[in-house]
């Protein structure tokens, strides 16, 4: 291995060896091999730490947290024990497929600005359907609060941005870490920050490089509902956002994680949050209400039904 590779693979992970397993795999498998893989195991884990020993490849170091600080900590950990000039993230719940590396550093020597963020399509993959996301990549000009945020349709993935997507420079991970803490978006929540750092520009690869497993019967981070927790991160970040992403959010994100309530106080607050601080579109509306309308479980199947292949 050598002592400086290109690029830092950091995959998060606790009590899961199998999966984190199956990630490390997928990093070792990149056409662009020279790399390093550094597993921040989030606690004490013997089992996991054993499991990924039988992988025998030199490549693959393991860094065990002395106790459990969540996937944020982790990646910023592993961000500042990485050796590469680039680090490259990856859940250990997701796959790369084998040309994603190679790819993305082609893609990151045509940037203009001396620290890009590259980041891919994915293949978001539930028990029912196979679904490319983002659909789009933004127009030229676009502000990137609403890129990640302003539906086109009914269903989430017009914009989108997601952790085992982005590679970024090391000493910019280093210089903006995740917010320890955040249970949610937390790669939105990053990549509306980065973007404001005069040095750095946002690329995506066309191709789909990503699968991202939406196991529904496994309990993952993307299920929880913070909903209040969310809209105090929201209040106090509008600075990162237009007026017409601020609705967005507002009407669709958050709101998703709210409906299970089926409270009429707080449909009616995150109404008036969107309506007081940001400017809804009819699109809004209209997204706002079928995700109060509908249980998650047909909203899902609808989705899939009408996106999937």
Not at 11 to 21: F, G, H, Q, S, V
Not at 82 to 103: F, H, M, Q, S, V
Not at 142 to 155: A, H, I, M
Not at 226 to 232: A, F, I, R, S, Y
Request: proline share 7%; charged share 25%; no cysteine.
């Amino acid at each position: 291995m050598s002592a400086n590779p290109d690029v830092s693979v950091v995959i998060p992970t606790l009590n899961r060896p199998e999966l984190a397993a199956r990630a490390v795999r997928s990093a070792l498998a990149q056409t662009h091999d020279d790399l390093e893989v550094v597993v921040v195991v989030d606690g004490p884990d013997p089992g996991t730490r054993e499991h990924l020993r039988t992988i025998g490849d030199e490549r693959v170091r393991v860094l065990e947290l002395p106790e459990r600080g969540k996937a944020p900590n982790a990646r910023n950990q592993g961000a500042r024990a990485a050796r590469g000039k680039w680090t490259a993230l990856l859940d250990d719940d997701d796959e790369w497929l084998p040309a994603k590396i190679e790819t993305q550093l082609a893609l990151a020597a045509t940037a203009t600005r001396a620290a890009p963020v590259v980041a891919t399509r994915m293949i978001s993959r539930t028990p029912r359907a196979d679904t490319i996301m983002p659909r789009r990549l933004p127009a030229p000009g676009e502000p990137l609060s609403e890129y990640f945020t302003v539906r086109k349709g009914l269903f989430y993935g017009d914009g989108f941005i997601q952790t085992s997507t982005i590679m970024a420079p090391t000493e910019l991970l280093r210089r903006v870490p995740f917010t320890v803490g955040l249970r949610r978006q937390q790669e939105l929540d990053w990549a509306l920050r980065v973007v404001r750092e005069p040095d750095v520009e946002l690329l995506y690869a066309d191709d789909a490089l990503v699968l991202w497993h939406q196991d529904e019967d496994r309990d993952r981070i993307s299920l929880q509902n913070p909903w209040e927790e969310q809209l105090e991160w929201l209040r106090a970040n509008r600075a990162l956002f237009t007026e017409r992403a601020y609705a967005a959010y507002t009407m669709s994100v958050l709101s998703s994680m709210a409906a299970p309530t089926r409270s009429g106080r707080v449909f009616r607050e995150l109404l008036a949050e969107a309506r007081t601080h940001g400017r809804p579109g009819t699109i809004d509306y209209v997204t706002f209400l079928q995700i109060w309308s509908l249980p998650p479980n047909v909203r899902h199947r609808l989705r899939d039904a009408i996106l999937g292949r």
